[in-house]
């Protein structure tokens, strides 16, 4: 497919949402795509089609409905693993989102492996869902989290990972693969490259780099991989676990119930095999196969395509926010060492007035501490304002956040 | 944009030059709040003095509806009558700045607007019922504190 930015520009016909208008009949410009990303109609129809036609529970009973939605949510977990390069489906683990992925691995694999005074690594940028589940595991096992810091360019002090994996009590290191602030892209292989010489696990927080660029598992060569659904273009209550098989096999059960067992008797219980040993219950079947329609949708768009648009977006956005006096922009300032998200303060304009003044404008981003209160305190603020951008977004959208940000300098009389 | 709803004149004034900002030294009551999903962060401090509010002061960072209510909600209470201070409701406060209508339009934006009186009446509490053991004169503030928003 021939690539334009015509091209990007007519998928918005496929996005209901963004026809909407909204408080004074302002267009909606969507710029909180971190946060969740708008779902096209092929993902919606999908989830309709599923319900209206095949709605049936999942691999037990022998009837035709029970077959077609097995048959429906299992091709997702292939089209998941050939998405990221992964050769073996069974390691594709479903579960709500990102943070419940972590939690298992905290859960399952941390509670077997991490032993009083072992160190687990993570990183000041990381979202909350990769800081607190390591404090709930070190604390319980009398361990210690450790921070790889960032510096004034928001990228990772690399020598203090060299420091950590010294002390030779590292067992895990995990971080985002892109920070969902500053966007700043973290150096995986270098990270995963001297954990392997350490013997030392890797997971990788992907919730914020999979939508965006392309991620091929086998050549990352991580031990653990985790992201969501709904922030590329899929449904919520959708995320998957990558981890290799290995791993997953020696791996206590996460959550106990249906679906994870082999045979339960009275006392003692084996686990079912891989995948579903951590998929226990009901899992989320229509959005599962919603997902699967955001994947493809992605594919043909191209991932590479993708990351170039949102490139030229995130340029030109620094490019024009620049020019606007007050505004402190954090983060890198190489466009090509970042994904698609800016965070922005205004002069001293707290973000929470930013977000509604330009709110009345039909303009979408999100102001707050972005669930990293960790490195709001490194930047010494108490918020940020943050745009981010996806595939739908224009050129155009940023000249009305640009415009927009006027109001506030007017209201603030700044 | 005359005529805004929220940002009027007032409460940009108030968020530039907030009132009664600052510490007390050695207050008898001191409280700190926030709003987890926004980042507003204070501390109030109040001195009781011959059942009266004697001094009260606050800081912190927070967005201009938080720094304008904190500021207008000092001003409201200095030197008030502790019973009349402990009835004190939202209405009055969301009133004085003509906020009345976030109750309705923005369930997000009325925590900023009420955490300092979240504050007030939790301090108020914690310090008749924790530092006087005197359940009675703490009343039920701290249900009301819990059903501001």
């Known amino acids: ?414 | 944009m005359s005529g805004d709803p929220i940002y009027t004149e007032m409460i940009i004034e108030y968020s530039r030059n907030p009132s009664n900002y600052g510490k007390l030294e050695n207050p008898q009551i001191t409280r700190h709040d926030s709003n987890p999903l926004c980042g507003d962060s204070i501390d109030l401090y109040l001195n009781i003095n011959d059942n009266k509010i004697s001094d009260v002061k606050f800081d912190g960072k927070g967005c201009a509806i938080c720094m304008a209510c904190s500021s207008v909600l000092t001003e409201m209470i200095k030197g008030k009558d502790l019973s009349d201070v402990k009835k004190f409701q939202k209405d009055e406060l969301l009133s004085e700045l003509g906020l009345e209508h976030l109750i309705k339009t923005s369930p997000v934006r009325i925590k900023c607007a009420l955490l300092s009186l979240k504050a007030l009446k939790y301090g108020i509490y914690s310090y008749f019922a924790e530092k006087m053991n005197d359940l009675d004169s703490a009343g039920n503030l701290k249900e009301e504190a819990s059903n501001l928003y």
């Open chain 1, 1 to 414: 497919m021939q690539i334009t930015s015509e091209t990007f520009e007519d998928l918005r016909k496929d996005f209901p949402v963004l026809n909407r208008r909204v408080r004074d009949d302002k267009k909606l410009v969507y710029l909180d795509n971190a946060a969740t990303t708008q779902k096209p109609n092929q993902v919606i129809d999908a989830i309709t089609d599923y319900y209206q036609n095949h709605n049936s529970n999942i691999h037990r009973a022998v009837h035709a409905l029970a077959e077609e939605s097995t048959e429906a949510f299992e091709e997702t977990r292939d089209k998941v693993a050939k998405f990221l390069n992964v050769k073996d489906s069974r390691e594709i683990v479903f579960v709500r989102g990102t943070t419940e992925g972590i939690n298992l691995v905290s859960y399952a694999w941390g509670r077997d492996n991490v032993k009083e005074g072992d160190i687990i690594v993570t990183t000041e940028y990381e979202h909350h869902s990769n800081i607190v589940p390591w404090q709930l595991l070190t604390q319980e096992k009398k361990a210690h989290l450790k921070y790889i810091d960032i510096d004034n360019n928001g990228e990772l002090i690399m020598e203090q990972l060299d420091e950590y994996l010294k002390t030779g009590k590292v067992k895990l290191v995990t971080f985002s693969h892109m920070s969902n602030v500053l966007g700043t892209i973290s150096p995986a292989k270098e990270i995963i490259s001297k954990c392997r010489s350490a013997g030392v696990k890797v997971l990788i927080d992907g919730a914020q780099s999979v939508p965006h660029m392309k991620i091929d598992l086998t050549d990352l060569d991580s031990d653990f991989y985790v992201f969501s659904g709904h922030k590329m273009l899929g449904p919520t209550g959708v995320g998957v676990l990558w981890a290799k098989k290995e791993i997953l096999e020696k791996m206590s059960p996460f959550l106990g119930g249906g679906d994870m067992i082999r045979e339960v008797h009275k006392y003692e219980t084996t686990w079912n095999d891989l995948p579903y040993k951590f998929e226990a219950g009901t899992p989320n079947i229509a959005d599962v196969i919603g997902f699967a329609k955001a994947i493809e949708y992605l594919e043909k768009i191209g991932m590479d395509n993708i990351r170039n648009h949102e490139l030229e977006l995130t340029k030109y956005a620094l490019e024009q926010m620049k020019k606007i006096p007050g505004i402190t922009l954090y983060g890198t300032k190489e466009p090509e060492k970042r994904g698609g998200v800016i965070s922005f303060n205004f002069n001293d304009v707290h973000p929470h007035d930013v977000g509604t003044i330009i709110d009345k404008e039909g303009v979408a981003i999100r102001s707050g501490h972005h669930c990293a209160q960790v490195l709001m305190e490194k930047l010494n603020v108490a918020a940020t304002n943050r745009a981010s951008f996806y595939i739908y977004n224009t050129k155009e959208e940023i000249d009305v956040l640009i415009s927009s940000l006027q109001h506030v300098a007017k209201v603030f009389k700044l």
